[in-house]
């Protein structure tokens, strides 16, 4: 979704059927769309900051955000409260940052939680652990793809001198994680940085995970799958929300599950997601508004959802210890 | 591998994200919810004595994913506004890319009224 605004930027324009300025003026009686033309909907106009102040308030449901002195709603129109006053800070700073125009798509935090009230597409929570449970057989960190296929994240290399640049976007919802065969190094690279993980994981939930490098994966065992699937049906369904988008963002459970355990820092979690990338940029150099653009919107997201996870399934009790003595 | 760094570095990293939030809006940043809920929050959780405390390591983790989210996205709308949030460029500027000029009609175009 977020590419799209790098290609359609400008290029959207050809879908335009109005006349701009005097150069597609018509001559004669005027132009008739084509039957079959798309209705363009121009891009819904910037909303400038138009409240003052931020405030959170506790209603009976949950927190609230207080835009001047107007409730903030959720795209459907209903009262947005969170339950915990954390993530109603963190929200009310998104909010509290906006200047002059609001960009929603820097305020991660409110979708999420936009999305969790409102719950768009109806999906109920084995439908969402599904979601997230189909990105095992593909996990990033065990599954592969022939090396530079078309369904790999990796950037072709580029010649230097020309400063041409070949990139292979991903096909939509596959995972872009190989163990490749070659080169050597990024192999060696993947045992070393992957395989702890992995390890980490088996220990953790007392399954049985391998790697390999053929294009099917490694056969996930159903006894692995249903422990998996029954530690995240323990979460509720905000924290389900948070989980299926990190693991849409990381392209793997694995990594998802060491973010949740705190066993993975964010910026870890984002490395090892992304390590043929960062691999090939180690090699061949890299391209600021491409590759370090699309880390730092990564890292947000990964960072917000995580965050959401963390908040929505804590509970926090002070538990004061007495004074010995 | 949870290599969270010290609370300290964390602490004032979330600081200066907070103060470059706010610099735009002119507000002191003390005055904000977040850092008031920040430093309730750190130091209700500095007050243990023990080694391994996992709540403590929980609050660390949650503020360091709070830092990095805040500094992502400050980062990315950095790299936006310097790369790709200029818009197209027009038409005088693409014919000078490439060393034409736009002609000059005086007597307007054809087809124009």
Known sequence: MWRSCLRLRGGGRHLL???????????????????????????AAERKRFYRNVSITQGEAGFEINLDHRKLRTPQAKLFTVPSEALAVAV?????????????????????????????????????????????????????????????????????????????LPAPGFSHGCRVEEPETLVELQRNEWD??????????????????????????ARTREVLVSHLASYNMWALQGIEFVVSQLKSMVLTLGLIDLHLT????????????????????????????????????TAAGALFVQLCSESSAVKHKLLQG | MAALGSPLRTWRGLLRELRYLNAATGRPYRHTPAYRYLVKAFRAHRVTSEKLCRAQHELHFQAATYLCLLRSIREHVALHQEFHGKGERSVEESAGLVGLKLPQQPGGKGWEP
């Open chain 1, 266 to 301: 964010v910026e870890q979690a984002v490395l090892l997601s992304r390590l043929e990338e960062a691999f090939q940029i180690q090699k061949w150099g890299n391209v600021e508004w491409a590759h370090d653009y699309e880390l730092r919107d990564l890292r947000a997201r």
């Open chain 1, 17 to 43: 059927n109005c006349p701009r300025g005097g150069l597609t003026a018509s001559r004669g009686p005027g132009p008739k769309p084509p039957a079959h033309a798309r209705a363009y909907a121009p891009p």
């Open chain 1, 92 to 168: 009310a700073t998104e909010w509290d940052s906006q200047q002059d125009t609001i960009k929603t798509y820097t305020m991660h935090l409110t979708t999420l939680c936009n999305t969790s009230l409102d719950n768009p597409t109806q999906r109920d929570k084995d439908q969402l652990i599904w979601a997230a449970a189909k990105f095992l057989d593909t996990d990033t960190v065990w599954s592969p793809a022939p090396h530079l296929s078309a369904g790999s994240r990796m950037a072709r290399p580029w010649h230097p001198a020309a400063g041409l640049l070949v990139c292979i």
């Open chain 1, 196 to 221: 702890p993980v992995i390890g980490w994981a088996e220990r953790r939930y007392g399954v049985k995970i391998g790697s390999s490098t053929s294009i099917m994966g490694p056969s996930i065992p």
